[in-house]
């Protein structure tokens, strides 16, 4: 069943071989959001939230309509995305509450970088990671080469007493600085710019210095996970929201959106953009404590819930020249089958 859906989606045009052997090595990309509600996507049906660079992605392949997670927490979500297993099936079901400090997600689990690896790819976290600090579960243990972002669950977003910073929920002045260190490798660095803009800046710079091989690269935003927290740069886009929590809400998917069409224009530039399989896609529904800053687009339950609001998310592929544009796919899909599906398109262990 994981085969045939990976077949399915991955050669939809009639132009192309019906065996991924037969193309050349495509780049992978995987943008995951963090608690980004369906409802709160435009092409999913937001009428606040104005998301055109995740849109265009959209309009370049397929958006699936009924896409659902296998967990409505964090953790256990990613650990489902990376090895394509359901997370019950090796003991991570559940969220680490700080038990991850000295645990992880079971060690003879394959991860996506692992299989992608040893198909010659190279391989780049950017981002939350959320499945083990100890040395044995850091990153770089699990198949990335490469590495920048917060091994816990989140982080604020920037400093939250800065005067041209909105905040709300969370994110109330006097939040720890050293909430959930940043690492650029197993370094623990410091970093002044907006959290969303350096995630960006860095998977730019990944793409730029691995364009000339075939690279996998995971953007795990934190975005829009709370703290909630913008910059004016992303708030003056919503200046006509009174909302507090629904303005920063908003100006934070802003950011997000704006990370996606980042990383097309990047791949433009380096003339990779028809040679890689962008999946963007959310770990879990919006949060129900923000309240109505957000939208799971009317559906039950929230992040949190085994419920449609908690698993159904934004889900989309694009590859262009490899998959037909504007396609709705409206059969029911789960992000598991990213693991299949990207490892199919990179072929055989070489």
């Keep these: 069943m994981l085969r045939l859906f990976c077949l399915c989606l991955l050669f939809t045009s009639p132009n192309v071989v019906l065996n991924a052997a037969d193309l050349p090595q495509p780049n992978l990309v995987l943008i995951l959001a963090d608690d980004l509600g369906l409802g709160d996507v435009g092409v999913y049906g937001s009428e606040l939230i104005e998301t055109p660079h995740i849109d265009a992605l959209a309009e370049s392949g397929v958006r699936f309509s009924q896409a659902y997670v296998s967990h409505p927490v964090c953790s256990p979500s990613r650990a489902g995305l990376i090895t394509g297993r359901y997370q019950q099936r090796h003991g991570w079901e559940f969220n680490p509450a700080r038990r991850d400090l000295h645990q992880g997600m079971d060690l003879s689990q394959e991860t996506l970088a692992d299989a992608l690896k ?5 391989t780049g976290l950017v981002g939350k990671w959320h499945l083990g600090q100890a040395e044995d579960f850091h990153p770089l243990s699990r198949g990335f080469d490469e590495y920048f972002g917060v091994l816990g669950g989140g982080s604020q977003y920037v400093e939250s007493s800065r005067e041209e ?26 970093e002044t710019e907006y959290l969303t803009d350096a995630f960006t800046r860095e998977a730019t710079s990944f793409i730029d210095r691995n364009a000339a091989s075939p690279f996998f690269l995971f953007l795990s935003h934190i975005a829009p996970h709370t703290p909630l927290q913008a910059t004016k740069a992303y708030l003056d886009r919503y200046g006509h929201v009174q909302d507090m929590p629904r303005k920063v809400y908003a100006a934070m998917v802003s950011a997000l959106d704006d990370s996606v069409g980042a990383i097309v224009a990047k791949l433009r530039e380096k003339k990779q953009l028809e040679n890689t399989l962008i999946a963007f896609v959310s770990d879990n529904g919006c949060a129900g404590y923000i309240g109505n800053a957000c939208s799971n687009q009317g559906f039950s339950g929230f992040k949190r819930f085994h419920q449609e609001g908690g698993i159904r998310v934004p889900f989309i592929l694009s590859w262009p020249g490899r998959l037909d544009p504007s396609q709705n796919f409206t059969d029911p899909v789960i992000a598991l089958d990213l693991f299949s599906t990207f490892t199919a398109a990179a072929g055989d262990v070489r």
């Excluded at 910073?165 to 490798?185: C, F, M």
């Design 165 to 190: 910073v909105a905040y709300a929920l969370n994110g109330e002045p006097g939040l720890r600085s050293d909430y959930a260190s940043l690492y650029k490798g197993r370094e623990k660095i410091a």
């Design 118 to 122: 040893v198909r010659g790819y190279t």
